[in-house]
T-cell receptor, first 112, second 116 residues
Framework: QQQVKQSPQSLIVQKGGISIINCAYENTAFDYFPWYQQFPGKGPALLIAIRPDVSEKKEGRFTISFNKSAKQFSLHIMDSQPGDSATYFCAASVTGNTPLVFGKGTRLSVIA | GAVVSQHPSWVICKSGTSVKIECRSLDFQATTMFWYRQFPKQSLMLMATSNEGSKATYEQGVEKDKFLINHASLTLSTLTVTSAHPEDSSFYIC????????????FGSGTQLSVL
């Protein structure tokens, strides 16, 4: 059973535009929500993460919006650049010694 | 930031041979490491949770006798694919956290295994 649903599967954005990727979860015990960026042939790299006690977190061009009641969270990439072209994964976990549950990923292509 | 080193980056082997993949946390101690498998254009699938000094916890459907995991020290975990077959060809990725669990989880660069 997939516990974290991610959409869209792929996304094409013009350079300078805003990329938006959405995720929804089912397990209300989840309390940690990170986003990872992965380039081909490389391991994922942590981009930004949020906990349910805040509704938004911003780091540079990357922003997470979190809606606890809707059990949804999203990643916004402002001023998208060709170098942002990668696969992005949302994930969730319960605090403690538990592994991350990943979404299926979104392949982002930023075109000039 | 924390660094997780994974070696080798890629390996090609003959069917029936065994392959060992190493995962090291270079600047922190990791009591827990996670091993993932990723097929092309797909998400990461958790294979097992590796705990230092104890047996690994395998996910349902993962053969523990085929994918041997050893976490001998706080900085090293190894995954051995025994008697590899072409269907084992995949991208294997390890990860470790400074704090334990999933928070601030750092990933290795992955190992592309191709079994001929």
């Amino acid at each position: 059973q997939q516990q974290v649903k991610q959409s869209p599967q792929s996304l094409i954005v013009q350079k300078g535009g805003i990329s938006i990727i959405n995720c929804a979860y089912e397990n209300t015990a989840f309390d940690y929500f990170p986003w990872y960026q992965q380039f081909p042939g490389k391991g994922p790299a942590l981009l930004i993460a949020i906990r349910p006690d805040v509704s938004e977190k911003k780091e540079g061009r990357f922003t997470i919006s979190f809606n606890k009641s809707a059990k949804q969270f999203s990643l916004h990439i402002m001023d998208s650049q060709p170098g942002d072209s990668a696969t992005y994964f949302c994930a969730a976990s319960v605090t403690g010694n538990t592994p991350l549950v990943f979404g299926k990923g979104t392949r982002l292509s930023v075109i000039a | 930031g924390a660094v997780v080193s994974q070696h080798p980056s890629w390996v090609i082997c003959k069917s029936g041979t065994s392959v060992k993949i190493e995962c090291r946390s270079l600047d922190f101690q990791a009591t827990t490491m996670f091993w993932y498998r990723q097929f092309p254009k797909q998400s990461l699938m958790l294979m097992a949770t590796s705990n230092e000094g104890s047996k690994a916890t395998y996910e349902q459907g993962v053969e523990k006798d085929k994918f041997l995991i050893n976490h001998a020290s706080l900085t090293l975990s190894t995954l051995t694919v025994t008697s590899a077959h072409p269907e084992d060809s995949s991208f294997y990725i390890c990860s470790a956290s400074e704090r334990g669990g999933a928070e601030k989880l750092f990933f290795g660069s992955g190992t592309q295994l191709s079994v001929l």
